[in-house]
């Protein structure tokens, strides 16, 4: 499906097959000539994307498309090998395989990241950033996590070094949703948690973390979208991303980090919905 290419290191490598979950546009829907690509975050895979956005931006016209990123979800490739660049290389990928116009990307946390850095080297239609990690990486977060519930510094310690069998429902909770989660739906998304790649935490950890705006010959209309109770990026954090790349921020209230599966999901796609037709983003 794609094509070989050049590892840094010299030798020829096949690319990993990657999991691509995607949702056409509904019968019923007036069909939009630009597709949309969900890139996720950290620890998760294109399944946090499928309970509710495809579903909802096909209803609306549009391919919307949602990768896992190597070793995540279904994806093939090792983790230990994965680092930002790796990961730009996969939405590289997936969007080159594209019919139409370049895409909307929208990216989520670390996914946020790899769409900053993909735009150096690639077009977009639009690209919108939620809870990104700050241009002052993953540091500060990391202290406050620490300071602030030892706890939940730990337990994310052993389920990165053990597994990810080791994180619990109530961790997952403080970590990345809001309290207004249902049981249910906290326990089945705890499940697919997973371990992150320790080349891509290290790199989101220095002061390199950030987008590079200067690099971007061609900068597509942008926004960066917060949550109210965000306990790994505070809504001040989130908006150095907004100041860096000069676009406008949203906070969305009572929100957890992991916005997409909050309760009020639906608040969130279609206040993305609503910035793109003001764009005139079809």
């Keep these: 499906m794609f094509a070989d290419f050049i590892w840094p290191y010299g030798q020829l490598s096949r690319p990993p097959e990657l999991e691509i979950l995607q949702r056409r546009p509904h019968a019923e829907a007036p069909a939009r000539r630009t597709p949309i690509v969900f890139v996720h975050g950290a620890f998760v895979g294109a399944w946090c994307w499928e309970a509710h956005f495809l579903d909802y931006f096909a209803a609306h016209g549009f391919h919307a498309l949602a990768p896992s990123l190597r070793g995540h979800g279904d994806s093939q490739g090792h983790l230990a090998h994965a680092g930002i660049r790796e990961y730009v290389a996969d939405l590289t990928r997936v969007v080159d395989e594209l019919a139409g116009p370049p895409p909307i990307l929208v990216g989520h946390s670390m996914g946020a990241l790899v769409v900053q850095r993909y735009l150096e080297q690639g077009s977009a239609a639009a690209a919108v950033l939620l809870a990104p990690v700050p241009p002052q990486g993953l540091l500060p977060s990391t202290l406050r996590m620490m300071w602030g519930d030892p706890a939940l510094f730990t337990q994310f310690g052993i389920m990165q070094a053990a597994g990810s069998r080791f994180i619990t429902s109530d961790i997952a909770r403080r970590a990345v949703f809001s309290d207004r989660l ?101």
């Design 182 to 282: 249902t049981a249910a739906a906290l326990e089945q998304h705890a499940a697919r948690v997973q371990a992150e790649s320790q080349r891509a935490l290290w790199e989101m950890s220095t002061s390199a973390s950030g987008g590079r705006p200067w690099l971007v010959s061609s900068r597509p209309p942008m926004r960066v979208i917060a949550a109210e109770r965000d306990a790994l990026f505070a809504p001040s954090e989130t908006q150095l991303t907004a100041q860096m790349w000069n676009v406008d921020w949203e906070e969305m209230p009572a929100m957890g980090h992991a916005m997409m599966l909050e309760p009020d999901w639906h608040d969130l796609a279609d206040t993305i919905l609503r910035g793109l037709w003001a764009e005139g983003i079809y």
